[in-house]
């Protein structure tokens, strides 16, 4: 069964839309106005850190050494008396960590160990970040180019003849 259409039904379809079927022109929808501010958020967050950030990309790209210490005390009494060791922490002071980088790195001829009863250092290191060294100097630099076009100073009959010649050359 088909329906047709007379021009009384077409301008009520017309009406209808208008009322709500399409936004103004010009308007934006709240959806868009609420994306747009978040987007507007999370942009200025980044760029009031963006140092931090940098620094932090620069660590991996670089890697890092770093020196912790973990202090030792006694708990209890009489027999159960025991040697507890603490949580390890950062060693911040540049003649510890130094101290404790020369005995483990055997470095300036330091053989005196600096780890006693009540201390222990030790150091754990992690290795450059290939991936942040080239985004990095990608960032600073722009991305790198790779030129893929060939140039040929050679008419094509005369590399199709020397390609024969080197197949001729290899199945001899």
Do not use: F
């Given at each position: 069964m088909k329906r047709e259409l007379s021009p009384e039904s077409?301008?009520?379809?017309?009406?209808?839309?208008l009322k709500g079927g399409y936004a103004?022109?010009?308007k934006r929808h709240k959806a868009t106005i609420e994306r747009e501010e978040t987007i507007e958020v999370a942009k200025d967050i980044?760029?009031?850190?963006t140092m931090a950030l940098v620094n932090?990309?620069?660590e991996l790209a670089l890697g890092e050494i770093k020196v912790f210490c973990v202090r030792y005390h006694w708990e209890g009494s009489g027999e159960n008396k025991k040697l507890v060791g603490s949580k390890p922490k950062i060693v911040i002071g540049d003649?510890?960590?130094?101290?404790?980088?020369?005995?483990?790195?055997?470095?300036?001829g330091y053989s005196s160990n600096p780890n006693t009863k009540l201390r222990y250092f030790f150091v754990m290191t992690k290795e450059p970040d290939n991936r942040a060294i080239n985004s990095l100097l990608d960032r600073t630099f722009g991305k790198s180019t790779e030129d893929k076009n060939m140039t040929v100073d050679k008419?094509?009959?005369?590399?199709?003849?020397?390609?024969?010649?080197?197949k001729r050359s290899i199945a001899a």
């Open positions: 077409i301008q009520k379809i017309k009406e209808g839309s103004k022109r010009g980044i760029a009031g850190r932090k990309q620069l003649e510890k960590m130094s101290v404790a980088l020369d005995y483990e790195l055997g470095k300036n008419p094509m009959g005369v590399l199709l003849d020397e390609l024969e010649a080197y």
